[in-house]
């Protein structure tokens, strides 16, 4: 599954720090021949919704807040 997260947010960097918290993901950018997509991730959907993946996707959200980079003009 894609998520488009607000363009300040950098993928890569949100991919870095969710690997440190044992959380799966792939940067978009990575499935870019041209460098776009730089604030999409891609997740797996494959197993049921329990309270582990609960807790990693409110873990990524706190992590999208420190993956912030400034927007340049």
Known sequence: MWFELPKNVDA???????ALQNI???PGLIFSASGQFTNYVRMSCGFPLDDSIDNALRTLGTL???AVTPLVS
């Not at 960097?13 to 969710?18: D, S």
């Open 12 to 18: 890569l960097k949100l991919y870095r720090l969710a």
């Open 24 to 26: 799966s993901i792939l």
């Open 64 to 66: 999208c807040g420190t």
